[in-house]
C-alpha cells in the first residue's frame, strides 16, 4: 500500500512539473530585471512575451507570468488574428487581452480598426468600442460597438 502511494506522489509531481514547464513563457528584452517591491519582472526595449501560442510585443511591460501590461507599439498576436494598439493587458486566467488606443485588427478578409478591443482567445470573440471603423470584404461602415467572431469574421 505505501509503494502504491508512494508511486502515485511521484506520478503526480512529475505530471505537476511536466505541466508547469510546458506552461513556461518565452520573454525577451533590450533590458530587464525583477522588482523585488512589486513582485513584477520589468521589461523594456523590444518586448517579446510568448506564452500558449499568443504573442505581446512592446515598448516596455511588466509582468508577473499570470498578467501583462505593455505600453508603446504593442501587439497582440494568436495565430493568424492580430491586434495592435497603445496599450495591453492580458490576463491569462479569464483568457483575455484587452488593447486601448488606436486599436487595429487584421485578419484575411477583415480589417477593423476601434479606441479599444477587449479580446477572449477561448471564444474568440472581440468587442471593439469607440470609432469603430469596419472593412470586410471590400465594403466599409462604422458603428460606436461591435462584436467579432475572429475565427468566421462574423461581425454582429
Given at each position: ?79 493568424n488574428t492580430y ?74
Amino acid at each position: 500500500m505505501k509503494a502504491k502511494i508512494f508511486l502515485l506522489c511521484v506520478l503526480l509531481t512529475l505530471f505537476c512539473v511536466s505541466t508547469g514547464f510546458a506552461a513556461t513563457p518565452i520573454i525577451s528584452a533590450d533590458r530587464q530585471h525583477f522588482d523585488i517591491s512589486s513582485g513584477l519582472h520589468v521589461l523594456s526595449g523590444n518586448v517579446h512575451i510568448e506564452h500558449n501560442g499568443r504573442v505581446v510585443t512592446a515598448g516596455e511591460a511588466k509582468t508577473n507570468l499570470v498578467e501583462i501590461w505593455g505600453l508603446g507599439g504593442v501587439t497582440f498576436t494568436q495565430g493568424n488574428t492580430y491586434f495592435s494598439g497603445n496599450s495591453v493587458y492580458v490576463y491569462f486566467p479569464s483568457n483575455t487581452a484587452q488593447i486601448d488606443g488606436n486599436v487595429t485588427f487584421s485578419r484575411p478578409g477583415i480589417n477593423i480598426s476601434a479606441n479599444r478591443v477587449d479580446f477572449n482567445w477561448k471564444t474568440k470573440v472581440a468587442t471593439f468600442t469607440g470609432n469603430v471603423q469596419i472593412t470586410q470584404n471590400g465594403t466599409s461602415w462604422s458603428a460606436e460597438s461591435i462584436n467579432c467572431n475572429v475565427l468566421s469574421n462574423t461581425v454582429y
